[in-house]
């Protein structure tokens, strides 16, 4: 499995990469896994504040929907609208065309809850 090691994580197993004031958030390579064939992307909090560990959306595979939690304090800015016809990226390439979202930071202190790709690959005992 791969754990890029310029990206931090979260215990629900979103990855978020950090440039400057925004950022790109999806979920991780272990976590596609464990939910099977990705089939939908939900995000309608485009525009939104949305609080560290509040959902800011879900994806649906096959058998499940599982919300995605805010890794911090961010407004949603974008979403990656290639996932409206293809969901699947998120399933073939999760940290690159596979991204949900772009977000502006709003508190940039709450990185340092994050868990590093040692620390996350640790906690999926990968």
């Known amino acids: 499995m791969n754990f890029p090691a310029e990206l931090k994580y979260t215990k629900d197993h979103e990855w978020i990469r950090v440039e400057g004031d925004e950022a790109t958030i999806g979920i991780t390579e272990f976590a596609q896994r464990e939910l099977g064939d990705i089939v939908f992307v939900d995000i309608n ?19 499940t929907v599982s ?24 399933n073939n390439a999760p940290y690159g065309d596979g991204w949900i979202i772009k977000v502006k930071i709003s508190n940039h202190a709450e990185l340092d809850g994050l868990l590093s790709a040692e620390a996350y690959q640790a906690l999926v005992g990968a």
Do not use: C, H, I
């Not at 909090?45 to 058998?63: I, L, P, R």
């Not at 919300?67 to 998120?90: C, I, K, R």
């Open 67 to 90: 919300d995605l939690y805010m890794p911090v304090t961010s407004t949603v800015l974008s979403v990656n609208e290639a996932l409206d016809g293809s969901p699947e990226l998120v």
């Open 45 to 63: 909090t485009v525009g939104d504040e949305v609080a560290v560990n509040d959902v800011f959306g879900t994806v649906e595979a096959v058998k």
